[in-house]
């Protein structure tokens, strides 16, 4: 009797020892050591990975498919569902559907996010900076899954429009705002760009982000209202830094022991300054392109360059006085030759005498509204009194697309700063137009 019930025991036993040894083996020859994800762009692949394999399990590549595929979810923001599938034995992979999102609102104290439709779709307290954010459209009130309530349709069109073309190019900007009379504005750092109404939209749009990167570091409006199938004439009107260094403001002069020798980097605190700022004199010599004879040998007064171009006398301070306020004499290449129509920090700014005679002419018009003798005030201007204050105050640059790269200099940019041109929609060539109001 006892050994009859010992060999059922020792068959149970058996199988225990064959399930377990089976169940060890399932594990570990399905053990998932790779996961790839596919079609998320609001997550990244770790937070997928967070948030969908969730549990013990999900570590095998026969099981993880079964339990952890959800073709619809309410869980997880902007995710409609997702398919876990086994790609081989140790690897799986994640394939994210999301919801059609196109944009956002602000709405009370958490942001809206809707479809191309205007379909009321997710809400979140945080703003997802992947999604487009509209400023200006307002909802008194809104329900999941139904269209928001906008009374003006164009509105909503304008804002799928222009998320199509932001994601399409990967600009998306940092706000979007919808004025009341239809003005849009977009902002990218520290660049508003005004597109004006709901116009060109495709056309004003191609242009400013090919001009945007060559823009980048700089401060102002982008004026972008005025293109159409007539005008591609684009202006920006640029910010000043009023905290620049200047040779005056300049603190350093002390070295890094804090010893005084003038050319130091440091302040008098230790605090890293900078070399002391060159003045435009200093500057213009630094880069000046002569110094060469007739025959072609370097004297360091020659009035000629080394390409044996005649580019007279070295920069003076007289000679750069009676400039006035023309800030060119630089070539493209940054060389300064007294003559070329590029200022230090490569802007286009035209001729010295198209400067001064648009100062004349705008001296002449004062004087005449007040009455005064203009042939005085016309010869003081062209000392290059009358215009510093104004152009201390911002640059106006035009990015002229309507050129196929030819050099002008009859563009009207409305303002009364200097101003360049660029051709930002046709194949990198360069249109540089200026003029002075």
């Avoid at 600009?171 to 109404?197: A, M």
């Avoid at 005008?231 to 620049?244: C, F, G, P, R, V």
Wanted: aromatic share 10%.
């Amino acid at each position: 009797m006892k050994k009859n019930r010992k060999k059922p025991l020792a068959a149970a036993g058996m199988i225990v020892v064959l399930l377990l040894a089976g169940i060890i083996f399932f594990f570990t020859y399905y053990q998932v050591d790779e996961v790839q994800v596919m079609g998320s762009s609001h997550y990244s692949e770790k937070q997928i990975k967070k948030m969908v394999l969730r549990g013990p399990l999900a570590s095998n590549s026969v099981l993880a498919p079964i339990l952890y595929t959800k073709k619809d979810t309410k869980d997880v923001p902007f995710i409609q569902g997702y398919t876990v599938t086994r790609l081989n034995r140790h690897t799986i992979c994640v394939s994210v559907k999301e919801k059609d999102i196109v944009g956002c609102i602000p709405y009370l104290d958490s942001y809206i996010y809707f479809d191309r439709n205007g379909t009321f779709i997710e809400s979140s307290t945080v703003r997802n900076e992947k999604v487009p954010f509209f400023d200006g459209i307002k909802v008194k009130h809104v329900l999941y899954n139904e269209e928001l309530p906008i009374k003006d349709k164009t509105v909503m069109n304008t804002a799928v429009a222009l998320s199509t073309i932001f994601q399409k190019n990967d600009k998306i900007p940092d706000h979007i705002e919808f004025g009341d009379d239809g003005q849009i504005s977009l902002l990218y750092g520290d660049i508003t760009v005004k597109l004006g109404k709901d116009e060109y939209l495709e056309d004003k749009m191609a242009r400013v982000l090919a001009i945007l990167p060559m823009i980048s570091g700089k401060k102002g409006i982008l004026h972008v209202e005025n293109v159409n199938d007539s005008s591609k004439i684009i202006t920006l009107e640029q910010e000043q830094d009023e905290t620049a260094d200047t040779a005056e403001n300049w603190t350093g002069g002390y070295d890094e022991e804090g010893n005084y020798t003038g050319e130091g980097e440091y302040d008098e605190n230790g605090n890293y300054v900078g070399p002391k700022p060159q003045s435009d004199l200093e500057y213009a010599l630094s880069n000046w392109v002569g110094g060469y004879d007739e025959e072609g040998d370097y004297t360091g007064s020659g009035e000629y360059d080394a390409d044996m171009n005649y580019v007279g006398l070295a920069p003076t301070e007289e000679s750069m006085s009676a400039n006035g306020s023309w800030k060119g004499g630089y070539r493209a290449d940054g060389g300064y030759d007294g003559v070329s129509e590029y200022d230090r920090d490569g802007n286009y700014v035209g001729s010295a005498e198209n400067a001064q005679n648009s100062d004349s002419a705008d001296n002449l018009d004062s004087s005449s509204e007040d009455g005064s003798d203009s042939s005085q005030d016309n010869s003081m201007d062209v000392s290059g009194t009358g215009t510093d204050e104004n152009n201390s105050d911002s640059d106006g640059t035009a990015y002229d697309s309507s050129s196929d790269g030819d050099y002008s200099s009859e563009s009207d940019s409305g303002y009364s700063d200097e101003s360049d041109s660029y051709d930002g929609y046709s194949d990198g060539d360069y249109s540089d137009e200026s003029a002075y109001e």
